[in-house]
């Protein structure tokens, strides 16, 4: 499965914005697809996962409520919303597939997608 996310850029706080990672070379109802992000000088971190199949989410507690996490079966793209953004949500957000349910782990995750930016300005 190859992965190619877009939609990042620039935003002010409170702010939103909507990430997409579109999919191709494989089918992804064995999947679950994750959004991860990383900012300067910080880990890797979790944001949100769906499960393909049956549509199940999970999330990060700093952006329960206010980011969302879908997908789209016939376009094999997924989405974040992101509402109320804050300015520590600045990272480069990335989109990734494990064939494990719900993970939050980055290495359970097997095919990333390149990064794209998001900032956030006060």
């Known amino acids: 499965v190859q992965l190619q996310a877009s939609g990042g850029g620039l935003v002010q706080a409170g702010g939103s914005l909507r990430l997409s990672c579109a999919a191709s070379?494989?089918?992804?109802?064995?999947?679950?697809m994750g959004w991860f992000r990383q900012a300067p000088g910080k880990e890797r971190e979790f944001v949100a996962a769906?499960?393909?199949?049956?549509?199940?989410?999970s999330y990060a507690d700093s952006v329960k409520g206010r980011f969302t996490i879908s997908r789209d079966n016939a376009k094999n793209t997924m989405y974040l919303q992101m509402n109320r953004l804050k300015l520590e949500d600045t990272a480069v957000y990335y989109c990734?597939?494990?064939?494990?349910?719900?993970?939050?782990?980055?290495?359970?995750?097997?095919?990333w997608g390149q990064g794209t930016q998001v900032t956030v300005s006060s």
């Open positions: 769906i499960w393909w199949s049956d549509g199940s989410t």
């Open positions: 070379g494989g089918t992804l109802s064995a999947y679950s």
């Open positions: 990734a597939a494990s064939r494990y349910p719900l993970k939050s782990i980055a290495g359970e995750y097997a095919n």
